[in-house]
């Protein structure tokens, strides 16, 4: 029992992939003995993730998250293992299973593997935010097996929390980092703006984004993003919660924002189009399955799972 007490700090609901009740016990992280004791107990719990999906029950309407005893691996195909910390008693670690070639077949007893985002809004809050982790702290291993001081490989240490370099002469470490982006509902004579992005589906629309340059406050951020993909100049920049975004390492943390003038002046490398829309309108299209990605149908906002479908929810409901 790791003696973790969950408290609760939201006056809302947290945003989803958010879970203060996960105790990552980080004090375990430095236990050599403990981890490799507790990677082959018969409680411990494997969180698997293949080539960035993750393993869901099809079968369940709510696509439960789906972990796995140890003694289900061939961990001679596991490239990277983390500790992840304790969900009630039982420890769960990550592992890529990216090696295994028919990933599928093989866990087929279990579940099968799918994008989280395409599946997000269906998945329990508890298992979102596992299943998110799993991923982000997998892809962040991916991308630095080499030192980016001297360039020799690296090797995974503290349950998977600091990589080192293996060089002698250098020992640089790394450390799972979170790229900070700021995401924005902006506001005018009761409508809100949403626009399509160039990568976008033809008839999908959201909220503005963008990352945090070095030398940036997050309003500073707000401010210049609203500004360069749509040309307009907002104020009264305001906080309103932040949501943990492994897709692949991102924390959104999102604002609200009035705009001083309604007129577009629209980047188009960035922004194909862009509209203020009414409440009214945005309930009529808001729609709480599965993300789909397919180019024709009606227009659609975000899934309900993410940061930016809560900023869209929280300013339609003030108007109710």
């Known amino acids: ?63 439960r998250g789906v972990t796995v005893p140890v003694d289900a691996l061939d961990w001679k195909l596991v490239s990277d293992t983390v500790f992840l910390g304790f969900a009630g008693d039982q420890p769960h670690f990550a592992v890529d299973i990216s090696s295994f070639e028919a990933a599928t077949g093989h866990f087929e007893q279990h579940g099968a593997f799918e994008d989280m985002r395409m599946i997000g809004s269906l998945l329990r809050n508890e298992d979102a935010a596992l299943l998110a982790y799993a991923k982000g702290m997998l892809w962040w291993h991916e991308r630095h097996r080499f030192c980016g001081v001297c360039g020799s490989q690296t090797q995974s240490v503290d349950g998977g929390h600091r990589r080192l370099c293996t060089n002698e002469a250098c020992k640089a470490e790394q450390f799972p980092r979170s790229d900070p982006a700021v995401i924005m509902l902006v506001e005018h004579d009761n409508k809100c703006l949403l626009a399509r992005g160039a990568r976008f589906p033809a008839n999908f629309i959201s909220v503005l984004a963008g990352f945090v340059e070095p030398g940036e406050s997050l309003e500073d951020t707000v401010a210049r993003e609203v500004f360069e993909e749509c040309g307009v100049r907002v104020h009264d920049i305001t906080y309103a919660s932040s949501q943990p975004w492994p897709f692949p390492s991102s924390l959104m943390l999102g604002f609200r924002a009035k705009a001083d003038d309604p007129t577009f002046n629209l980047d188009p490398l960035e922004i194909l189009e862009a509209g203020w829309y009414t409440r009214d309108f945005v309930r009529e299209i808001a729609t709480d399955g599965p993300m789909s990605l397919e180019p024709n149908g009606p227009v659609r906002i975000p899934p309900k799972f993410s940061i930016s479908r809560r900023l869209i929810d929280d300013w339609v409901a003030e108007g109710d």
Do not use: C
């Open 1 to 63: 029992m790791s003696g973790f007490r969950p408290f609760n700090y939201f006056q809302f609901p947290p945003n989803r992939l958010s879970d203060p009740s996960f105790d990552r016990a980080s004090h375990r992280r430095l236990d050599e003995a403990w981890l490799e004791v507790t990677l082959r107990s018969s409680d411990t719990r494997v969180v698997p993730v293949w080539r960035g999906r993750s393993l869901v029950d099809p079968n369940d309407p709510l696509k």
